[in-house]
């Protein structure tokens, strides 16, 4: 079946100006996560959506970066005014269930984004 | 499909004891496998394999990967109550798919 789509791809873009990367999860599941890997760092949590909950944002570095997620299913990672140290790899997940322990999360193929 | 199992989903030992996880795989386009702790949000990093038959180590921990079977070993020694946390296998392909974890418990 589908896994979790994410696009673009690949994004280049000038110091300054904003991007959007998007985030269809499989279908049906209820949990969507927001991570990124810098070249040799590990996962970084950015955001977690559950359900109608209210998301949790604790891991966003900073308030160029925002997230959303309409109708529970697709989600759009927005970041303001970039900047080089936002090149990375961002990857979305996703989960049937919340964020317990031990729950499988699909992962999508990422988008590499490059701030020059 | 692509699919990633983990076993035993559980393990509780005690401090001292010497653990092994285990992680088989099929994905398409295998490209590496990384092993995650996760005791939090997200999963902290712990290997990355693309080689068959090469031990990597960190401390008291090490894994290895074997292509051919398609599985991998993460190898706890002298655990400690601080290595209490899920243990994450994720095969990398044209995805990645993190499986649903070995929940490790070290007692004192």
């Known amino acids: 079946g589908a896994g979790v789509s994410q696009s673009p791809s690949n994004k280049v873009t000038e110091k300054g100006k904003d991007v959007e990367l998007r985030c269809d999860p499989i279908?049906?599941?209820?949990?969507l996560y927001w991570y990124r890997q810098s070249l040799g760092q590990g996962l970084e949590f950015l955001i977690y959506?559950?359900?109608?909950?209210?998301?949790?944002k604790s891991g966003l570095p900073s308030d160029r970066f925002s997230a959303e997620r309409t109708g529970g299913s697709v989600s759009t990672l927005t970041i303001q005014r970039t900047q080089q140290e936002d090149s990375a790899v961002y990857l979305c997940?996703?989960?049937?269930?919340?964020?317990?322990?031990?729950?499988?999360?699909?992962f999508g193929p990422g988008t590499r984004l490059t701030v020059l | 499909e692509d699919k990633v199992v983990q076993s035993p989903l559980s393990l509780v030992v005690h401090e001292g004891d010497t653990v092994t996880l285990n992680c088989s795989y099929e994905?398409?386009?295998?490209?590496?496998l990384l092993w995650y702790k996760q005791e939090k949000k997200a999963p902290t990093f712990l290997f990355m394999l693309?080689?068959?038959?090469i031990e990597k180590k960190s401390g008291r921990l090490s894994s290895i990967l074997d292509k051919k079977e398609l599985f991998s070993i993460l190898n706890i020694t002298a655990t400690q109550t601080g290595d209490s946390a899920i243990y994450l296998c994720?095969?990398?392909?044209?995805?990645?798919?993190f499986g649903a974890g070995t929940r490790l418990t070290v007692k004192p």
């Open positions: 997940a996703s989960s049937l269930v919340g964020v317990s322990m031990g729950n499988t999360q699909y």
């Open positions: 279908s049906g599941h209820t949990a």
């Open positions: 959506f559950q359900g109608n909950s209210a998301p949790d």
């Open positions: 994905v398409t386009n295998f490209r590496s």
């Open positions: 693309t080689s068959s038959g």
């Open positions: 994720a095969p990398r392909g044209n995805d990645m798919r």
